[in-house]
């Protein structure tokens, strides 16, 4: 297949893909882009001090300075703005290049806007020629929108699973026994995970942001709360016990769709058994792990206390995540699925 492609992320991948390139960072954000050269595809993303200087004003504008430059390429694939996709698609109509918007956050965009927004977030979608679904809840979604089903496709949402396979060499991040849960997307629910370790001997690992638990007041002695670098993750998830992934019911829609999907897959290369509340593709509770309810801190302090006092559980849990990661939740898998439907786009 002989194809250009040319990415358009949702932020800045410039730092990203040289760490990738030098050794000392993950692909998993590079959404496929450097698998696509096996399959006789040049993909491409663009970043320079305009797209930046754009993005600073609003991430709407990221886009505009290379508006003039999506001509030379067979499929835009974006999960940037989707005004981007409302202009070229819908409003100047253009056939070529080809759109396949990838969904991290479209489904949230249309359930919580109305009037002008929401219509031109429809519009846009609608004139895209392929829409990539993380979690079939996505697409089952779109499809009650009235969004045509043969645009639709579930890629599930996959990781540099390899990087996480093994512990890196290197002093504990943290020392002793303790519980991790990492992310700071909005649709974190930390609240509920910290009420639900509250006067009990866990000890709660939590890497996020400031403003993701400004609203939390009086947390207890048993929560260590920091924002860890990038590079101490892997060491950070293999020293654990386990992973807690919690996020807000959909009702709330707080954050990103499926919130926590990345930081689950994580945890899971790295052989941590994963307590979530969040859509999970091929995760079989019990087995890989444990679904809970969203926000009941009752349940989830039940299966955290589980698993925190029956290690060798959570050990096979663990091991059980770890192979479906490797197997299932690759990247070169996610551009496996992108190649099929490119393919399919580009036979009609």
């Known amino acids: 297949m002989s194809l250009r492609v040319l990415y358009l992320y949702a932020g800045s991948r410039k730092k990203i893909y040289q760490a990738y390139l030098d050794g000392s960072g993950p692909d998993t954000e590079l959404l496929g882009l450097n698998y696509l050269r096996d399959y006789g595809i040049q993909a491409d993303f663009l970043e320079n001090r305009w797209t930046e200087f754009f993005r600073k004003i609003s991430f709407h504008l990221t886009d505009l300075p290379v508006l003039f430059k999506l001509h030379r390429y067979d499929i835009i694939f974006s999960s940037s703005s989707p005004i981007t996709l409302f202009l070229v698609k819908f409003l100047l109509r253009r056939k070529k290049p080809l759109w396949v918007a990838y969904n991290s956050y479209f489904s949230r965009l249309l359930k919580r806007n109305r009037g002008i927004f929401r219509w031109i977030i429809r519009k846009g979608l609608a004139s895209a020629d392929a829409i990539i679904c993380q979690v079939m809840p996505q697409k089952e979604f779109l499809e009650a929108e009235g969004l045509d089903p043969k645009k639709l496709f579930h890629v599930p949402a996959c990781i540099d699973s390899a990087r996480y396979l093994h512990r890196p060499s290197g002093a504990p991040v ?54 860890f670098p990038r590079e101490s993750i892997p060491i950070l998830l293999h020293d654990a016990a386990f992973s807690v992934v919690p996020v807000y019911g959909d009702e709330k829609m707080m954050g990103a769709d499926c919130s926590g999907q990345f930081s689950l897959l994580e945890a899971m290369a790295s052989g941590k058994a994963v307590i979530t509340s969040t859509h999970v593709n091929n995760f079989i509770h019990g087995i890989d792990g444990m ?30 995540a770890q192979k479906k990661a490797m197997t299932l939740f690759t990247n070169k ?16």
């Open 174 to 227: 943290v020392p002793g026994r303790y519980v991790v849960s990492i992310g700071r997307d909005l649709g974190r629910d930390y609240e509920t995970l910290i009420e639900a370790v509250r006067g009990t001997d866990i000890s709660l690992v939590i890497g996020a942001l400031s403003r993701n638990l400004s609203q939390i007041k009086n947390i207890p002695s048993n929560v260590r709360i920091s924002w």
């Open 291 to 320: 679904i809970v309810p969203p926000e009941d801190p009752v349940l989830l302090r039940e299966a955290m206390m589980r698993l925190w006092n029956n290690p060798a559980e959570a050990k096979k849990m663990g091991e059980a």
């Open 333 to 348: 898998r996610f551009a496996e699925g992108l190649v099929k439907v490119f393919s399919k786009i580009t036979a009609k």
